[in-house]
């Protein structure tokens, strides 16, 4: 009997132990990235994001950040494959899978990286959440880069001064702009930019200014030409494994969606919307000629002529995917504006 006692004693507290163990483990989420540790993503967005969620699930809930994966394209795959847990990508890199979030990325219509990206996550939410584009995948958050302009080694002084010149485009709507403009595409993702100009593989780059220092562009250009409102955006995705998140506890799902969707949405797009005044600052450094342009300029009405019915193939492409696509494109234009 006494034995029994004891017995049954032990296997309490080890069963305590064992509560208290699982109670305080702690679940080390890792995430991609593709970018240098310099970039936006990496030395705001992420590390403020690890610690909204450290703090909003008590410490039982981090993020690891893991650099050089490959291509950012590869990210989706990854993440599905659970080979990590969570990353973020260019939608356009993977042409015809994410069609509706090209909605922010269309010409003129995301001068602000903040408030596009809010907007877009709205929208998402109310229109594009049943089109499934994110099946296998559970969306985190969506943001958009600064407004996306172009980068030359030669003088532009009309639309005309890029026709059938080699221009690096990056997928999603800039490669339907850059078939208005007459340009020759050339494809490659942002890390091979420096090494493209610097070869004269490519004469010039559609990209927001902030790229000018984080992937030394500013190096290897000697013209920028900023429209006011920006020739287009490109749309980002953040997301995880399904399966990554459901293994973690109801508690801390809910903790950690508390600090993504629109907060996380918001502090993305905010982060690299602010980081242009560093691509300015690093193109005056460097001595790059910098052409501001107005609404009233020639090239800035040919342009907005030029794409003008951009808007209304996406609408198309939207409605064919049983999203009311008007409808999307007045609520993001009356948020994002």
Avoid at 69 to 82: A, C, I, N, T
């Amino acid at each position: 009997m006494k034995k029994i006692t004891t017995l049954l004693a032990t296997a309490s507290v080890c069963a305590g132990m064992l509560m208290s163990f699982n109670a305080s483990a702690v679940t080390t989420l890792k995430v991609g990235t593709w970018l240098p540790p310099t970039a936006p993503q990496n030395a705001v967005v992420w590390p403020t994001w690890a610690k909204w969620v450290e703090e909003a699930t008590e410490g039982r809930v981090k993020v690891e950040l893991e650099y050089g994966l490959g291509h950012p394209k590869s990210m989706f795959d990854l993440v599905e494959d659970q080979v990590i847990d969570a990353s973020f990508t260019v939608n356009g890199y993977v042409p015809g899978r994410f069609s509706l979030g090209k909605l922010a990325e269309l010409p003129g219509e995301s001068p602000n990286a903040e408030k596009a990206s809010v907007a877009l996550w709205d929208v998402q939410e109310k229109y594009f959440n049943k089109a499934n584009e994110y099946d296998g995948l559970k969306l985190l958050g969506l943001f958009v880069h600064g407004p996306g302009q172009l980068h030359t080694t030669f003088p532009v002084n009309s639309l005309a001064d890029i026709k059938d010149k080699k221009i690096r485009i990056g997928g999603g709507v800039v490669n339907e702009m850059g078939q208005i403009l007459g340009v020759t595409p050339v494809g490659a993702p942002a890390p091979k930019i420096y090494e493209m100009m610097q070869q004269g593989v490519v004469e010039g780059v559609f990209l927001p200014v902030l790229d000018l220092k984080y992937l030394r562009v500013a190096e290897v250009s000697k013209y920028l030409t900023a429209f006011p409102d920006g020739m287009y955006t490109t749309t980002f995705s953040i997301f995880m494994n399904p399966d990554s998140f459901d293994a973690l506890s109801e508690k801390d799902q809910q903790a950690l969606m508390s600090v993504s969707g629109e907060k996380l949405s918001r502090l993305a797009g905010k982060a690299w919307g602010d980081a242009d005044a560093d691509g300015y600052a690093e193109a005056k450094a460097n001595g790059i000629v910098i052409n501001k342009l107005t609404d009233s300029d020639p090239m800035v009405t040919e342009f907005k002529a030029a794409t003008a019915s951009m808007s209304a193939e996406w609408i198309e492409q939207a409605d064919a995917k049983n999203v009311d696509g008007q409808a999307a494109l007045d609520m993001f234009r009356s948020l994002a504006k």
